[in-house]
T-cell receptor, first 110, second 115 residues
Framework: EDQVTQSPEALRLQEGESSSLNCSYT??????LFWYRQDPGKGPEFLFT???AGEEKEKERLKATLTKKESFLHITAPKPEDSATYLC???????????FGQGTRLTINP | EAGVAQSPRYKIIEKRQSVAFWCNPI?????LYWYQQILGQGPKLLIQ????????DSQLPKDRFSAERLKGVDSTLKIQPAKLEDSAVYLC?????????????FGPGTRLLVL
């Protein structure tokens, strides 16, 4: 069974304090790994798709990386507006559904 | 480009009542998904449609949940009768791709509280 585990469950940082969120996964053949951002009261917002080990993608202060067992979402010099829940999901080969982790709730204090 | 639309945004019902949610996907998107998100958890797929047909409904509690997608566009998800544990956010998503990796775009969700 495909599984995704995210850590930590919650993370509180000061503005400008860089850190990383972890997403560990087991899947029967990875088709894609997705990162989403979810603000309170809203649906998940797409950030990145990673397809193979070694791949990296960047968007503003966020950089996502992928290995054969895990993905990291690095946040550099975060701002309060980066506060949100970050969700990781995998799509297995031969499937279209996403299997999500439980998310990491990130809070950036000014 | 308009996003995924969902209504209502909020719903409060008593247990054993019925409720229906509506979703309008992004124009041209062939695949539509309904997810259930319980507080503090990630979304869990309930049902996936490709055009009019059901692709995956393995996690849909079929004794109380039903869904349809008429004419391959809009979709409705119904719960009858509702239980307390159905309190959750119901998210609709759509994607353009068929049979390949495709980014799923989510609507704002319908927040259901069952009392």
């Amino acid at each position: 069974e495909d599984q995704v585990t995210q850590s930590p469950e919650a993370l509180r940082l000061q503005e400008g304090e860089s850190s990383s969120l972890n997403c560990s996964y087991t899947v029967s053949g990875l088709r894609g790994l997705f990162w989403y951002r979810q603000d309170p009261g809203k649906g998940p917002e797409f950030l990145f798709t990673l397809y193979s080990a070694g791949e990296e993608k960047e968007k503003e202060r966020l950089k996502a990386t992928l290995t054969k067992k895990e993905s990291f979402l690095h946040i550099t010099a975060p701002k309060p507006e980066d506060s949100a829940t970050y969700l990781c999901a995998v799509q297995a080969r031969g499937a279209q559904k996403l299997v999500f982790g439980q998310g990491t709730r990130l809070t950036i204090n000014p | 480009e308009a996003g995924v639309a969902q209504s209502p945004r909020y719903k409060i019902i008593e247990k054993r009542q019925s409720v229906a949610f509506w979703c309008n996907p992004i124009s041209g998107h062939a695949t539509l998904y309904w997810y259930q998100q319980i507080l503090g958890q990630g979304p869990k797929l309930l049902i996936q449609f490709q055009n009019n047909g059901v692709v995956d409904d393995s996690q849909l509690p079929k004794d109380r949940f039903s869904a349809e997608r008429l004419k391959g566009v809009d979709s409705t998800l119904k719960i009858q009768p509702a239980k307390l544990e159905d309190s959750a956010v119901y998210l609709c998503a759509s994607s353009l791709a068929v049979g390949a990796v495709g980014t799923q775009y989510f609507g704002p969700g319908t927040r259901l509280l069952v009392l």
